[in-house]
Structure formats: C-alpha cells, structure tokens
C-alpha cells in the first residue's frame, strides 16, 4: 500500500509543507483553525508519521529581534543547552514573522503550548504584561526571562547581568584614565537594565567627585542608530564629553561613527565604553572597550531553568544576576591635554 506523504497532507489541507510539519510537530505558533484543517487531512488520507511520535520536551525562545549579536550569543547558549538536554528549540519574534502565525504571548498562543503539554517559553528582552504572565500561568506553560525589560512576579524567574555593577565599573574606568566629563548613551527608558546601567553611570561619577550633569545623558535606545543620534547630541554640545559610556556595544559603533563624522578620533579624542562584549567588540576598528555580560550562559541556564520547571520544580524564585566584568581594549585612553 503507498504510503501518505506530507507533501499530500498539505495538499489536501491547502497550506505548506512547513506547516503541516509544525502542526504534526505540536509546535506552537499555528492557528487553531489550520492546525484543525491539517489534523483532519491526515486523519483523512491515513497519515500518522511524525505525529505518532511521542514529543520531545520543548523550549520556544522569544527574542524582540534577531537583527543582533546579542540575540545570537543567548541564541547559541540556548542552543547548547538544548543538545545537552535532548530538547527542541523553537524560534520566535514579535511580531510573530509568518503570516496568519498567532501572536507571541496572546492567550492563544499560551493555550496552544499548553495543550502540547512539554512546552516552555523563554522571553528574551521582550516586555511581558500582567495579562501575559497569567495567560502562562493558566495554560501550565513554564515562562523564564532573560534580560526583562519590565519588572515581573516572583513566578516568573528571570536571569540578567549585574547591570549596575556594570554601569560603575565602565564609567569608573573612564574616570581613573582622567575623563572629567564623561557622556551617556542611554538605553531604552523603559527598560530594567538600562536603568540599572544608567544609575551604576550616576553613582561611579558621584565616587569620582564629578558632577551630574543632566546635558551629558542622551538617547533611549540599544541601537547602532540610537547611539548614533544620541552621540551627535553629546559632541555638539558647547563644551562637549570627552568620554562615552554606551549602553550596548552596537551604541558605541554608532558613537564611532558620529565621532569619525566630526574628525573626531577614538581614542585620542574620544573615549567609547560598550555593553555585552558581542562578536562586534573585537571586531571594531578600535577594538572597543566594554562590559562583558555572559550571554552565552545567560541563553544556557535560562533553558535549564526552564526544562527544571517542566520536570516540577517550583516557580517562585529570586532573579539571578550572573557577574559583570570590563575589557579593557583599545578604544579608551587619557584625555589629550588641554
């Protein structure tokens, strides 16, 4: 007897190839609706394949983008982490990227995890409401953040950096080299650690006897362009800094750029301090100097707590902030004399 093959299930279903595999699959970013209509293609034409199998425990990774090395050094973590524990990685984004897929987050989407049953979500930078966290929770689906953009319940555990102690020791750097005024690419106001980085930003300054000058805090933003523009405010300034902490790595190339734009050099008239130590740090032309959060780890143990919660373990759990260190390359220096 010839066998059904998925290329005849999508036919009958009238959707892809790809979607009938993510519907046999339990994955779940699929409608109800196509997810109905595939079900009983395969029912209909006497296709059991992959949906006989029993399903793999599974953790869906929901980045706000994939356009960063960031997401990529957590990406590559999570990855690991799933190959050691013999689970499956699901890729997301908001929006979500196909069309008719449901939203990340919805109460859908979490009831669609929770009917697969070996589901949990991992929320990387991405904002999660009241709302979300108990649409989660009512579906029994397992939610960790990494790197939470707002604050969360004690149900929702979440790993991050020491963002403060990050923010102090790049800017205490900057002070130590002889920067008295020393500059802030801000991230993005809403977010927990970009606040973190800023107060370490305001408390290393007060440590060094240098004043607080609102003027010298700029963007809201972790971009390439965020930093860009925000930088462009700071050297037009009337007497401007002489020294950049930036919020991310990918805010400080953009301050390389606004530096280049007015034949400011870096680092002999500007130093630039990043944040992450991304691939794009040691590429940089200078090598940039920055802070470096784990990220590789963060990725790992996010999924590891996230697989522990799906065997039982108990929700309720502090955040976890691993430790922060600075390295130290080639894109700060003293001051040039006055």
Known sequence: ?????????????????GTVSKVLNGRPDVGEDTRERVRAAAAALGYTGSAARRPRPAIVLVFDTLESNYSLQVMAGAVDACG???ADLL???????????LPPFSDDWFAVCGRKGETAVVAVTTPLTAEQVAAAAHAQVPLVAIDPVNSLPSTVPSIGSTNWAGGYAATTHLAELGHRRIGHLAGAGGSVPARERLAGYRSALE????????????????SYEAGFAAAQQLLELEDPPTALFAASDEAALGAFEAARQVSLRVPED??????DDTLIA?????????VRQPLHAMGEMAVEQALALLAGAS?????????????ERSSTAPPRPA
């Open 1 to 17: 007897m010839k066998r059904t093959t998925l290329s005849e299930v999508a036919a009958q279903a009238g959707v892809s190839k």
């Open 84 to 86: 050691r524990a013999d």
């Open 91 to 101: 890729l997301n984004t908001l929006p979500a990227l196909e069309q008719g897929d």
């Open 207 to 222: 440590s060094a006897e240098l004043p607080r000058e609102p003027l010298l805090v700029a963007g809201d933003g972790f």
């Open 270 to 275: 500007l130093s630039v301090v990043g944040f």
């Open 282 to 290: 040691r590429w940089a032309s200078p090598k940039l100097t920055t």
């Open 315 to 327: 929700r309720r759990t502090h955040p976890l902030q691993l430790q922060t260190s600075l390295v």
